[in-house]
């Protein structure tokens, strides 16, 4: 499936910049209106070094699409602003199934793989911040 797809690929992406699968821990939740609620209980009873959140929203399947999309969006965005780690939204957002099949290709770079670089790349600068002299 297009989920599946982008879970692969940020593991894939994780392991190909030193990360162990070990490492990873993953929580599946019904649908991408349920991401924001389930992160905040993450950032509550654990210590992640950055939560990515993954999914696809696609428009001829989903009722109130926009609706969906912006609050799974708007919560997301929320948490990262109040939070001292990344939190990443990598939900892709499409009008069909041909679309999300495109941005959730296995075997390259796909908004899993995406996300996981930006992650990575986002503790860097977060740990750079923390650690500069006031």
């Known amino acids: 499936s297009k989920i599946e797809n982008l879970l692969q690929g940020a593991q894939d992406s ?9 490492d990873l821990i993953v929580y599946r939740v019904p649908g991408a209106f349920e991401i924001p609620g389930t992160i905040q209980k993450i950032l509550k009873s654990h210590d992640p070094d950055a939560i990515v959140a993954l999914g696809a929203i696609i428009r ?13 969006a708007r919560g997301i965005a929320e948490l990262s602003l109040n ?12 009008d069909n199934v041909m679309q999300a099949k495109a941005r959730s290709r296995l075997g390259g770079r796909n908004k899993g793989w995406d996300s996981i670089e930006a992650a990575l790349q986002t503790i860097s600068v977060y740990q750079k911040i923390f650690s500069d002299p006031k």
């Open 14 to 22: 994780f392991v190909h910049y030193g990360g162990k699968n070990s």
């Open 60 to 72: 001829g399947e989903t009722h109130h699409f926009d609706y969906v999309a912006t609050e799974s």
């Open 83 to 94: 939070a001292d780690i990344p939190i990443i939204n990598g939900v892709i957002t499409t």
